[in-house]
Nanobody, 115 residues
């Protein structure tokens, strides 16, 4: 299993970023996928998950601001992040599996929200 995140960077508060996670080594189309993040000095926080039926789930603070999606033809899961806040800063990681059942992780991509 390999998960490779990309798309992180520096953005001002209120800005947007789009993250991607390219997956390989398993049957992507039948797998749940999750985004989580780790802020500086804090533990891992679940952000969002998408299931094989394209149903989506979000942490409360991300509802209405973040959108998770998937492209099974490209074996890729995305996270569109809008209205970013300083507290959204952290390393964003992609994982195979749904909440509480994440088996494999990528190395993450850094998102920094700062003015």
């Amino acid at each position: 299993v390999q998960l490779v995140e990309s798309g992180g960077g520096l953005v001002q508060p209120g800005g947007s970023l789009s993250l991607s996670c390219a997956a390989s080594g398993f049957t992507f189309s039948t797998s749940a996928m999750t985004w989580a993040r780790q802020a500086p000095g804090k533990g891992l926080e679940w952000v969002s998950s998408i299931y094989s039926d394209f149903s989506t789930w979000y942490a409360d603070d991300m509802k209405g601001r973040f959108t998770i999606s998937r492209d099974n033809a490209k074996n890729t899961v995305y996270l569109q992040m809008n209205s970013l806040k300083i507290e959204d800063t952290g390393v964003y990681l992609c994982a195979l599996g749904g909440p509480g059942a994440m088996d494999y992780w990528g190395k993450g991509t850094q998102v920094t929200v700062s003015s």
